[in-house]
C-alpha cells in the first residue's frame, strides 16, 4: 500500500493543497471589545456640556465662546439686538446647540450673566449666580428620587464656569475674591484674564503671579483641584496645568490671512494677534483643558464632587425635618445613625 504524498514527512499541508486554520489564542478572552462597545454606545448618546461665563460687560465673553466652538454659539450671537442695556439686576440667560463634528454630537449649552459687575454696589452680585446653580442640583436630584424616574436624566447642571479677570494688571479686585472663594465650593471654576493683548508680557508675567498668590492667599480652589488628583500621572499633568492659571487669552471670531496661512485672529496696525498661536495668548491651553483632555474629568468632578456635596446636605435637611415632624429629638436620631 503506498503512502500519499501528503503524509510524507518532508511535505507541508500547503505543498498538499490543504489549507492551514490560522492560529487560534486561546487564552484571549475579549474583556477588551468593552471599550468598543462604550465608544458606541457614547456616540449614540451624544454628550451634554453646559459652561457659564461669568464677568462683568466688555471683556469679550461672547466671543470666547465663539471662538471656542468656531461656531455662533453665545447668547449675543444668536438673539442680538442693536443695543443691548445693562441690566440693573443681574440676569442670569442660557442657549443651547447641537454641535457635531466627525460623528461626533453634543449638546452645547452656554450660560450668560449680563449684569454682573457693572453696578456701583456689586456687593452680593454672586448671589443670584449660587442660586441658579443650586437650582439646577436641586432639578437633577428631584429627577433621580423620582419612583418613575427617565431613563436618561437631563442634565442641567453648570459642569464649569469661566471667570474672566478684567486685565488691570495689578490684582484681583474684592469682587473677584469674593466671587471665586464663594462659587469655588459648588462648581468648577476655570479664571482668565480676558484680552490679554492690551497687556505687556512682562506685565501678564506680573499679573498671573501675583493672581495665583492672592488665589493661595483666599484658600480659593480653582479647577483643576489638587485634592482630586488620581494619581501621579494626574498630579503631573495638572500642576502644569496649575502652574498657567489664569491662562491669558484673547478672543476673535474673525480670520485674516497671515503667511498664506487663514487663521483666527485680532488685525491691528502693529500686525496680527493669532488667537491659537501659544507664543501670542493662552487660548489654545484653555481650549486643550475645556474640550481636548479635561472635559470627562470636569463632569466627573461635578457630579460625584459638587453634585454629591448638595444632595447629602439636601437628603440630610429632609431626613432631618421628618424627624422633627414626627416628635423624635434629633440628638436620638444622631446617636441611631452612628
Not at 442657549?95 to 450673566?113: A, N, P
Not at 449680563?114 to 443650586?134: A, L, R, S, V, Y
Amino acid at each position: 500500500m503506498s503512502v500519499p504524498s501528503c503524509q510524507l514527512f518532508d511535505q507541508t499541508k500547503e505543498e498538499c493543497g490543504v489549507m492551514q486554520s490560522p492560529l487560534v489564542d486561546f487564552s484571549y478572552v475579549g474583556i477588551d471589545a468593552i471599550l468598543e462597545q462604550m465608544r458606541r454606545k457614547a456616540m449614540k448618546q451624544g454628550f451634554e456640556l453646559n459652561i457659564m461665563v461669568v464677568g462683568q460687560s466688555g471683556l469679550g465673553k461672547s466671543t470666547l465662546m465663539n471662538t471656542l466652538f468656531k461656531s455662533k454659539v453665545s447668547r449675543k450671537s444668536v438673539l442680538a439686538t442693536s443695543q443691548e442695556k445693562i441690566p440693573k439686576t443681574i440676569e442670569i440667560k442660557s442657549i443651547s446647540h447641537d454641535i457635531e463634528e466627525k460623528g461626533v454630537r453634543m449638546k452645547l449649552t452656554v450660560i450668560d450673566t449680563p449684569g454682573f459687575g457693572d453696578q456701583i454696589n456689586n456687593e452680593n452680585c454672586w448671589q443670584p449666580i449660587m442660586k441658579f446653580i443650586n437650582d439646577q442640583y436641586e432639578a437633577y436630584l428631584q429627577e433621580e428620587i423620582n419612583i418613575n424616574r427617565k431613563k436618561r436624566i437631563p442634565d442641567s447642571r453648570v459642569h464649569c464656569c469661566i471667570y474672566f479677570i478684567p486685565p488691570t494688571g495689578h490684582c484681583l479686585r474684592p469682587l473677584d475674591v469674593e466671587f471665586m472663594k464663594r462659587l469655588s465650593k459648588v462648581v468648577n471654576i476655570v479664571p482668565v484674564i480676558a484680552k490679554a493683548d492690551t497687556l505687556t508680557l512682562e506685565e501678564r508675567d506680573f499679573f498671573k503671579k501675583k493672581i495665583r498668590e492672592e488665589l493661595r492667599s483666599n484658600g480659593i480652589d480653582v479647577y483643576p483641584q489638587k485634592e482630586f488628583d488620581e494619581d501621579a500621572e494626574d498630579r503631573m499633568i495638572n500642576e502644569k496645568i496649575r502652574e498657567m492659571i489664569p491662562f491669558a487669552v484673547v478672543g476673535s471670531d474673525q480670520e485674516y490671512q497671515v503667511n498664506g496661512r487663514r487663521l483666527l485672529g485680532r488685525k491691528t496696525k502693529w500686525g496680527t494677534i493669532e488667537v491659537e498661536n501659544i507664543a501670542h495668548c493662552e487660548f489654545a491651553y484653555l481650549r486643550d483643558l475645556l474640550i481636548r483632555t479635561h472635559m470627562q474629568n470636569i463632569k466627573d468632578i461635578t457630579s460625584s464632587i459638587h453634585y454629591e456635596m448638595y444632595r447629602v446636605r439636601r437628603l440630610n435637611e429632609s431626613n432631618t425635618a421628618v424627624t422633627q415632624a414626627n416628635g423624635i429629638p434629633e440628638h436620638h436620631l444622631s446617636a441611631h445613625e452612628m
